[in-house]
């Protein structure tokens, strides 16, 4: 038996969850907390094998909680199980110390194949997509125009091959020129060069 | 008698022994007088020199005088003009100083809301949804009848829409975690659909001033929505900048694009501009055969 605490402030969802795992087996509920700070006072006490633990709550929030728990726990499993969804939370969970993170409205057979996953001592998180390299200086459609540029393109012609407006090419234009720190149309051409760009 | 006041001049002759003269114009004369009593042999009479002096008003210093008076007088009126001129222009300023704060607190007051409402629909129906979900799915391993299964999916469809509906009135972790970061959950999600596809380029450092972001938000939302509403766009580009001093943002779509003449109030533009105006930013827009490009500047605070 997995010996369970869950924490969400909100009761009909921890009623649902709770039967989730009498019906599914191999779970026993030894705790149910609708906030963080009561959660706290009592987690060493009961020393839970899996902590399910929302983000949201009034009080003192999940990510927190997760926080201070690992300060002194580090063997209890804990999953946070939110309604969120942007990534950023993911990776908040994770530096917390939490070992997966899931969103509420997932099927529940996969909840629980999480849970197991987790038990296990693997974590889970959704999958963090590949950070965009914010860092390039130019963008795929600026080096085609600064491409075009150096090879004696006007400003309409890259209208017309890109299929795009002339206020658009003049933007790009501008913006590259000022990334590249060029006072005039031939110095960026020439900076971009120089830079390997072309 | 005859007489002449100027040696270049011609002689009168008059029969009177007094002489008048009138109407002399101001200058120096001598008045030449040479006698006769048969008109043909004339004695000289010493001439009398005299000078007619001008009148007040032509003097040298009057005209000076006036000159600098009429100059003063200018530059005083000139200045007070410049001044009435700048005052009216500062009191201008200030009502679109004023204008912009009433703005700016309106949009700010309707996110609050947005937020509000996202936030309950978020956390209490959503998370209402998701539990009567688990136990329709319960029920549905029990029984396995086709109702067990169609209350299941449409609590998952309704999960869904609520969702939908969360990420338009509150931009998804857009004051959390920046701009880009927001902006790229947003296009995720609409990208999902598969209806439409949008091209994301973010160069340059994130963005973490929550009430510029949520306004930028809010354009490129209404942006999006023109593109696939009216312009009946299957490609947008979002295409971001940011400089240390503003940021600069493309956006393309390959709709049909619109006459800016013939813009209606549908058509939100006047949203967007006054949204672009709250940021003391700049809008232009071009519509065509390439469809609509929009590109717009937001100053950055240092």
């Given at each position: 038996m997995i010996r369970t605490i869950l924490t969400d402030d909100h009761k009909i969802f921890m009623d649902g969850l709770d039967k989730l795992l009498t019906v599914y087996g191999?779970?026993?509920?030894i705790g149910k907390f609708n906030d963080g700070r009561s959660l706290l006072n009592k987690i060493d006490a009961l020393n839970p094998d899996l902590l399910i633990i929302d983000i949201e709550m009034p009080i003192l929030g999940g990510l927190e909680v997760v926080k201070r728990i690992r300060t002194r726990n580090k063997t209890t499993k804990i999953l946070v199980l939110t309604m969120h969804e942007e990534w950023g939370y993911s990776q908040e969970a994770s530096t917390a110390g939490a070992n997966g993170l899931v969103n509420k409205s997932t099927d529940a057979d996969l909840i629980v194949e999480i849970i197991h996953y987790i038990c296990e001592g693997k974590n889970q998180f959704p999958k963090i997509p590949k950070q965009r390299d914010q860092s390039a200086l130019l963008s795929g459609r600026e080096l085609e125009i600064i491409q075009m540029l150096s090879k004696g393109h006007s400003n309409e012609s890259i209208s017309n091959e890109l299929f795009i407006s002339a206020l658009t090419v003049k933007t790009h234009r501008r913006n590259i020129q000022k990334k590249l720190s060029a006072d005039n149309s031939l110095q960026m051409i020439r900076i971009a060069f120089e830079k390997g760009l072309i | 008698m005859r007489y002449k006041i100027k040696e270049e001049s011609n002689w009168i002759e008059t029969p009177a022994r007094e002489l008048n003269l009138l109407s002399i114009a101001p200058g120096k004369y001598n008045l030449n007088f040479q006698f006769s009593v048969d008109h043909n042999t004339w004695i000289a009479a010493t001439a009398i020199p005299f000078q007619i002096s001008p009148p007040w008003w032509s003097t040298w210093y009057f005209r000076i005088t006036t000159a600098l008076a009429l100059a003063l007088v200018g530059l005083l009126l000139y200045r007070g003009g410049i001044k009435q001129y700048r005052k009216r222009n500062e009191y201008l300023g200030l009502i679109n100083e004023q204008q912009k704060k009433l703005l700016n607190a309106e949009i700010e007051a309707t996110e609050r809301e947005r937020s509000r409402i996202a936030k309950e629909l978020h956390d209490g129906i959503g998370t209402d949804l998701a539990s009567i979900k688990f136990i329709a799915e319960q029920l549905n391993k029990k029984t396995e009848t086709q109702e067990a299964t169609t209350i299941q999916n449409q609590l998952q469809r309704a999960i869904t829409d609520i969702r939908g509906i969360v990420y338009g009135l509150a931009p998804p972790?857009?004051?959390?975690?920046?701009l880009s970061a927001g902006l790229q959950n947003y296009i995720a999600k609409l990208n999902e659909h598969g209806l439409i596809h949008i091209k994301f380029d973010f160069l340059g450092t994130e963005v973490t001033d929550t009430h510029l972001n949520t306004t930028i938000f809010r354009i490129i939302q209404e942006l999006v929505s023109n593109s696939t509403r009216h312009a009946k766009s299957k490609n947008i580009s979002i295409h971001i900048n940011v400089f240390p001093d503003y940021l600069n943002i493309v956006y393309t779509d390959?709709?049909?694009?619109?006459d800016p003449a013939l813009i209606t109030p549908g058509l939100g533009l006047s949203n967007i501009q006054s949204r672009v105006d709250s940021l003391n930013g700049n809008l232009d827009f071009e519509s065509g055969k390439n469809g609509t490009a929009y590109s717009i500047d937001i100053p950055l605070k240092k």
């Open positions: 191999g779970f026993e509920v | 972790g857009i004051s959390k975690y920046g390959d709709g049909i694009g619109f």
